[in-house]
């Protein structure tokens, strides 16, 4: 059955990565796509793919979402391909991982703006009709490193942190208006560039910078001993988008291997 059918979801980020996974993920389920990227490439391709898999519509639109004007420039282009958004997600980020000390004022920008500004602009530009509709699910993709503290990761925690934080507030006030808003909240995720970072080769930790090879940081850190796929945090943002999700509001739902419970 298809459990979105009917619905328009907005994916972020979705060109590559989690964000790519999440748009197949609610196409296979039926919903309508309208995905974006800082970088269009390949998004046209992803469009015949999201079809492909179900989406009985997909469109997109390159913008930097971390700009007012670009968030508003993806509302006016779902409005004209889909007439309205029902889901979205907001996915869009990507910090610059170093030392603290190591960073310079562009980078903490830059990880600032990739990830909360990118949440905080796109929220405000589809919250108003979703208001209108009385539905809406407004889902933000965040990090366990916010809890567990991960080396290296102070700037980019700072900016997940916020992404974190904005949706308690933000489902406290709009509990009535029928919108719920939830972060999904990743551990270790085998991305495309987690997959490279898993050659045995010595330069390949060089390039990285990594001083302990993943599958030994996956065997000591996470009890399941394994990085989560990123089709099982699809299906969880899935789930939080269906009708069935209404009552879960305002919680930060991690999916680590049980790397980090409460």
């Not at 970088?39 to 639109?61: D, I, Q, T, Y």
């Amino acid at each position: 059955m298809a459990r979105l059918a009917g619905r328009v979801a907005v994916v972020t980020g979705a060109a590559r990565g989690i964000g790519k996974a999440i748009a197949t993920r609610l196409a296979a389920e039926g919903a309508a796509l309208a995905i974006s990227d800082v970088n269009g490439g390949g998004l046209e391709a992803l469009c015949a793919e999201l079809r492909a898999a179900g989406a009985p519509a997909a469109s997109f639109h390159a913008a930097d979402l971390s700009l007012e004007e670009g968030a508003q420039a993806l509302l006016q282009a779902v409005q004209q391909a889909h007439g309205h958004c029902d889901i979205l997600v907001n996915n869009a980020g990507g910090g610059v991982i170093r030392p603290f000390l190591e960073h310079t004022p562009e980078t903490l920008r830059q990880t600032i703006d990739r990830n909360l500004w990118t949440t905080i602009w796109c929220t405000r530009a589809f919250l108003p009709g979703m208001i209108a509709r009385q539905f809406g699910r407004v889902i933000n993709i965040g990090a366990d490193s916010v809890h567990t503290g991960t080396y290296s990761h102070a700037g980019y925690n700072a900016a997940k942190g916020g992404v974190h934080a904005l949706v308690t507030g933000l489902a406290f006030e709009f509990a009535k208006e029928g919108v719920t808003f939830n972060v999904v909240s990743p551990g270790g995720v085998l991305t495309e560039d987690l997959q490279a970072m898993m050659s045995d080769d010595p330069e390949t930790l060089q390039k990285y910078r990594m001083s302990v090879h993943p599958r030994e940081v996956a065997r000591r850190e996470i009890p399941a001993q394994r990085f989560t796929e990123m089709r099982e945090v699809a299906a969880y943002v899935a789930f939080l988008a269906g009708d069935e999700a209404g009552a879960v509001n305002g919680q930060i739902h991690s999916i680590n291997g049980a790397q980090w419970m409460m």
